[in-house]
Nanobody
Framework: QVQLVESGGGLVQPGGSLTLSCVVS????????MTWFRQAPGKERMLVAT????????YYDDSVKGRFTISRNNANNTVYLQMNSLKREDTAIYYC?????????????????WGQGTQVTVSS
């Protein structure tokens, strides 16, 4: 049984930083594209950042480009999201998702496994 467990969310002031982690267990981590999504109240879930299985190629939504960095460590089955210069509009529940052999443009519904989500609140 594949499980994804996120951690690292919390309350941060505008301009601050947070690092989210997602540990994957029960499956072959290096076969999964790993992606961070977020969902704000009243809005649809959206892709924030994604990273390829082994090449490390990344893609970011324009709203976070230059501020967020996604990375992965295939040795410890973990994907990270480093978030800098946080803005109020980054407030959302952040989810990590794993999709086996997916491409960068795969739709949300094709992801195989999801974490439970971690709340990020940016407020003064």
């Amino acid at each position: 049984q594949v499980q994804l467990v996120e951690s690292g969310g919390g309350l941060v002031q505008p301009g601050g930083s947070l690092t989210l982690s997602c540990v994957v267990s029960g499956g072959p981590f290096n076969t999964y594209r790993m992606t961070w999504f977020r969902q704000a109240p009243g809005k649809e879930r959206m892709l924030v950042a994604t990273i390829a299985r082994t090449s490390g190629a990344t893609y970011y939504d324009d709203s976070v480009k230059g501020r967020f960095t996604i990375s992965r460590n295939n040795a410890n089955n973990t994907v990270y999201l480093q978030m800098n210069s946080l803005k109020r509009e980054d407030t959302a529940i952040y989810y990590c998702a794993a999709g086996r052999y997916l491409g960068a443009t795969a739709p949300t519904k094709e992801y195989d496994y999801w974490g439970q989500g971690t709340q990020v609140t940016v407020s003064s």
